[in-house]
């Protein structure tokens, strides 16, 4: 079983940036991939980008692309969410997941997921609150 705390989080104009930091702890890093999600109010939860930790492989939502980066940092067991240019509508509690196999969670990141997989773990989430 694999814990995840999310960092990062809080308060920022439109057009600002915020990274938030996911540390994973449970399990060995490398045999497992890690994603981050969000959730507004009132909306169904959203994929972001999913990253490999074993050999990098990096899989972006299309609503995410060119404004989050996803990276890792293996020293500190965790993976980070670069987030810029933010928006109000980017307003959400973002979540940290991971998972033990590669494939389910880039399905889930993608919207693809028809199977009812469950992910081994989740974070407890952070806000994200995007000001205009």
């Known amino acids: 079983q694999v814990q995840l705390l999310e960092s990062g989080g809080g308060l920022v104009q439109a057009g600002g940036s915020l990274r938030l930091s996911c540390a994973a702890s449970g399990r060995t890093f490398n045999n497992y991939a890690m994603g981050w999600f969000r959730q507004a109010p009132g909306k169904e939860r959203e994929g972001i980008a999913c990253?490999?930790?074993?050999?990098?492989?990096?899989v972006y939502a299309e609503s995410a692309r060119g404004r989050f980066t996803i990276s890792k940092d293996t020293a500190k067991d965790s993976v980070s969410l670069q987030m810029d240019n933010l928006d109000p509508e980017d307003t959400a509690v973002y979540y940290c997941a991971a998972d033990g196999a590669w494939a389910p969670l880039v399905h889930q990141i993608l919207g693809t997921e028809t199977s009812g997989y469950q992910l081994d773990g989740w974070g407890q989430g952070t806000q994200v609150t995007v000001s205009s």
């Open positions: 990253i490999n930790t074993e050999d990098g492989r990096i």
